[in-house]
């Protein structure tokens, strides 16, 4: 099984600065056919299922604000929010879907400080 | 829009069964893989199963394997979780989730069913 575990567990950042949330796989989630990162970013707010914000590592979903990105490095994968708004207070979970079982990582909350 | 709408959570004795369902709306249902994704109370996010947009592939998680049995009916857009041998450690929220495929993200969630596991 494909391992996710993320850094750190929570962080408080203030509004309109930038919150960082990493990544990272036991085993390359990386397809040579496509050269494409089967990893995959949502957003859970209290008593709300998650939201997909990013897949394919970096590509943002259809809506998603700007200030979201995200970037890999082999097995490493960081969510970055560029200047964090109000909304943006909640769990963040990475999930592979390179192969079952598919996984996610333990989640990271994001507060305002 | 795309309606993705669980029931048929609640409260079940342990070693006992429940059937969950996912009301489907909004898109065509037979193009998507469907999976279920459970959340512990106060935990993170579990896949358990999926099922494939023709029904003729089935993936489950060691945790559930041999007790739960997804299924889905392409007439009534719905897609069902038979849970057996119900355990403690399986309470939970139990979301439905769409997909493209087997190898892509899940891009819509329904806003779950609480499944409790309790004597």
């Known amino acids: 099984d494909i391992v996710m575990t993320q850094s750190p567990d929570s962080l408080a950042v203030s509004l309109g600065e930038r919150a960082t949330i990493n990544c990272k796989s036991s085993?390359?989630?990386?397809?040579?056919?496509?050269?494409?990162?089967?990893l995959a970013w949502y957003q859970q707010k209290p008593g709300q299922p998650p939201k997909l914000l990013i897949y394919?590592?970096?590509t943002r979903e259809s809506g998603v604000p700007d200030r979201f990105s995200g970037s890999e490095s082999g097995t490493d994968f960081t969510l970055t929010i560029s200047s964090l708004q109000a909304e943006d207070v909640a769990v963040y979970y990475c999930?592979?879907?390179?192969?079952?079982?598919?996984?996610f990582g333990p989640g990271t909350k994001v507060d305002i400080k | 829009q795309v309606q993705l709408v669980e029931s048929g959570g609640g409260l079940v004795k342990p070693g006992g069964s429940l059937r969950l369902s996912c009301a489907a709306s909004?898109?065509?249902?037979?193009?998507?893989?469907m999976s279920w994704i459970r959340q512990a109370p106060g935990k993170g996010l579990e896949w358990i199963s999926y099922?494939?947009?023709?029904?003729?592939?089935?993936r489950y998680a060691d945790s559930v394997r041999g007790r739960f049995t997804i299924s889905r009916d392409s007439a009534r857009n719905s897609l069902y979780l038979q849970m057996n041998s119900l355990r403690a450690d399986d309470t939970a929220v139990y979301y439905c989730?769409?997909?493209?495929?087997?190898?892509?993200?899940?891009?819509?969630w329904g806003q779950g069913t609480l499944v409790t596991v309790s004597s």
């Open positions: 394919w590592a970096s």
């Open positions: 085993q390359s989630v990386l397809y040579s056919s496509n050269n494409k990162n089967y």
């Open positions: 999930q592979q879907y390179h192969s079952t079982p598919l996984t």
């Open positions: 099922l494939s947009s023709s029904g003729g592939t089935v």
């Open positions: 909004g898109f065509t249902f037979s193009d998507y893989f």
């Open positions: 989730a769409r997909a493209r495929g087997s190898t892509v993200p899940f891009d819509y």
